[in-house]
């Protein structure tokens, strides 16, 4: 059974960090063949790229978090972790990790076939 699990969300005031991770297991293969990525669900809007990691260890982010977000892998431990600096009141929602069946990364959420529940991150202004 494969499953994505996330933590590391929070409140926190605008201009602080949090850290997110995401334990991966149950996958049918290692998290170092395939890529991850983060995504996050602000109430009434679409589901949002933020940011994923190649099977190859490149990385990719959106536009709007380069810079202040740093995606991670550990493959020894099968987890994904997301750095997010300098956070902005708009940066609040449930943040998801999801994994892919490929080696490279993608920008569309449906392109991923693995889902973590997501956890809530909360800026305050």
């Known amino acids: 059974q494969v499953q994505l699990v996330e933590s590391g969300g929070g409140l926190v005031q605008g201009g602080g960090s949090l850290r997110l991770s995401c334990a991966a297991s149950?996958?049918?293969?290692?998290?170092?063949?395939?890529?991850m990525a983060w995504f996050r669900q602000a109430p009434g809007k679409e589901r949002e790229f933020v940011a994923a990691?190649?099977?190859?260890?490149?990385?990719d982010s959106g536009d709007s978090v380069k810079g202040r977000f740093t995606i991670s892998r550990d493959n020894a431990k099968s987890t994904v972790s997301l750095q997010m600096n300098s956070l902005k009141p708009e940066d609040t929602a449930v943040y998801y990790c999801?994994?892919?069946?490929?080696?490279?990364?993608?920008?569309?959420?449906?392109?991923?076939?693995?889902w973590g529940q997501g956890t809530q991150v909360t800026v305050s202004s």
């Open positions: 149950g996958l049918p293969l290692p998290v170092s063949s395939r890529a």
């Open positions: 990691v190649h099977g190859n260890g490149l990385t």
């Open positions: 999801a994994a892919r069946t490929s080696f490279w990364t993608s920008r569309i959420s449906r392109d991923y076939a693995y």
